[in-house]
């Protein structure tokens, strides 16, 4: 029928009818051979172990961690580390896994591989991407071996974990050591040459220009005062001149007159004395241009040019240096004159004393912009130094921190949550799953040999397989009473129809003649 015609629902359901023990039989069969090959399959049984990943107990802020690398990466690193062959074979001779047959040391730690898995546990807390932990399991043809292995890769995880921490710590700690030490002598050495630089140009550094302008100022200030001290002596020192001149000129007009008038009027020595008296208070407390000194002056020289025409004797040069025949008065005016000489050559080693610093002070000005370049290179080096200093020594004290955390377990750690457990059934074969695999390969089978016969079958039951064959209208049905007992018990066995009429009734068919 298969081959004639497409089938309706009715039609399977005639061939589920006639045909259900071709596929129920395989069906049960195959089901009680899946469950038969459960007795032959070695069992497999799992055990797991939780693994609980706890976050550091002090907040960042505070003390950073030393390892910062994602859990995932280093799970991924410990798992490689803990499958290498050097850990896997103790633990293989230990609770000999594996030992079936020849298999070689190499095929036993590849199947143990293949035993051990590990999965991570993503958190389910909304914007958190972190692992809060991970399982751990291990596949064993016995449930205590199971377990047993299964705790010895726990421990494996925790010491792994624990010695790596050890190690990024020590490797961090040995690390910023050798770099604190470097960035130490590189600090030294700027800041002894920073000093240097400062005792070199002491005076030239940036924000001495302010106090360079005040030294300069005050200096400017002394050296007036200075010059108008000068002044005031020299002024004394004539004065004192005057009135040398006026006592030999006095002691000589007595000598030769021998008691008569002097040549010189004594009037005009009274008012030159106190003129010149006037003039020095004057010049005192006034400058050279003051009108009242110049109008004194005036007067002075008109005084001294009226003695000055009168007859004198011939007397020696004015002198600061003392004679026997010189008066008390003269001698006087000696020691008078020797006095301000030497406070002259005084006021004229401080006026060149202030000239020098004044000198000194214009060139510290002068060569402010120059210093000034390479101080601000000295600090900028300094303090680049300094700052990378203490960058440094913050990350060893952070490190020491993280270091002590780890000692006292306050870290990131591993902690087990559930402890390898106990299989009490195996994990592989699974008796349902085999059963039904079994039943699912019989029906399958079943129904490819149902759809084979009814595809092979070629007999014509029904108007819709006429049709379907010869593609002719029915005229009408005629009863059969005919009897074929063997021929169809034999055709019944195979489910087979031959192509002639063998129905129960006869179809005429209407060939179009």
Not at 206 to 231: C, I, K, R, V, Y
Not at 332 to 350: F, H, S, Y
Not at 406 to 422: A, C, S, V
Request: aromatic fraction near 6%; include cysteine; proline fraction near 4%.
């Amino acid at each position: 029928m298969l081959g004639h015609r497409a089938l309706t629902v009715q039609d399977y359901t005639k061939i589920l009818k006639k045909r259900w023990w071709i596929v129920a039989i395989p069906a049960i069969l195959f089901a009680i051979v899946g469950y038969a090959i459960t007795y032959f399959v070695k069992p497999q049984y799992i055990s797991q172990a939780l693994v609980l990943v706890e976050q550091q107990k002090v907040p960042e802020n505070y003390v950073k961690p030393i390892v910062t690398e994602d859990l995932n990466a280093r799970l991924a690193t410990m798992r490689e580390q803990i499958l290498s062959r050097s850990r896997l074979q103790p633990i293989i001779e230990h609770f000999n896994l594996f030992a079936d047959g020849k298999a070689s040391m190499d095929d036993r730690i590849d199947q143990t591989r293949k035993s051990i898995d590990i999965k991570t546990i993503q958190s389910d807390i909304a914007r958190t991407n972190g692992v809060p932990g991970f399982f751990i399991f291990f596949k064993a043809n016995d449930p205590r071996t199971a377990q047993l292995v299964c705790g010895e890769i726990l421990s494996l995880f925790i010491t792994e974990s624990l010695n790596n921490q050890a190690a990024y710590s020590a490797g961090a700690t040995d690390f910023l050591k050798g770099e604190l030490a470097d960035a130490k002598a590189k600090l030294d050495e700027q800041a002894a040459a920073l000093a240097k630089f400062q005792q070199s140009y002491a005076g030239k550094l940036p924000g001495a220009e302010a106090s360079n302008m005040n030294m300069m100022t005050t200096l400017n200030t002394q050296l007036d005062a200075a010059n108008q001290a000068l002044s005031r002596l020299q002024q004394q020192r004539d004065y004192a001149e005057s009135m040398l001149e006026l006592q030999q000129s006095q002691s000589a007009q007595t000598v030769t007159t021998h008691g008569g008038t002097a040549a010189a009027p004594q009037e005009l020595q009274q008012q030159l004395q106190q003129l010149m008296k006037e003039e020095a208070e004057l010049s005192g407390r006034y400058t050279d241009e003051n009108p009242d000194v110049v109008s004194v002056r005036r007067k002075i020289a008109d005084i001294r040019q009226q003695i000055a025409s009168a007859p004198a004797p011939v007397v020696t040069p004015s002198t600061s240096t003392p004679k026997l025949t010189d008066s008390i008065g003269v001698q006087q005016v000696r020691a008078q004159i020797r006095a301000i000489d030497a406070e002259i050559a005084q006021k004229k080693k401080d006026q060149a004393a202030t000239q020098g610093q004044l000198r000194m002070y214009q060139e510290r000005i002068s060569s402010s912009p120059e210093v000034q370049a390479q101080y601000e290179a000295l600090t900028r080096d300094n303090a680049t130094a300094r700052t990378f200093y203490e960058g440094i020594l913050n990350n060893m004290n952070q490190s020491k921190m993280a270091t002590d955390l780890e000692k006292r377990q306050q870290g990131e750690h591993f902690t087990t949550l559930d402890e390898p457990n106990l299989p009490e059934s195996p994990a592989y074969p699974k008796r349902g799953v085999f059963v039904g695999g079994g039943l699912g390969a019989g029906l399958a089978l079943g129904l490819l040999i149902v759809g084979v016969l009814e595809y092979l079958d070629t007999a014509l039951r029904s108007e819709n397989d006429i049709w379907a064959f010869t593609k002719l209208p029915t005229l009408g049905v005629i009863a059969y009473n005919g009897s074929e007992p063997q021929v169809k018990a034999k055709r019944r066995w195979f489910g087979l129809r031959g192509p002639d009429l063998t129905a129960d009734a006869k179809t005429l068919v209407n060939t179009g003649g």
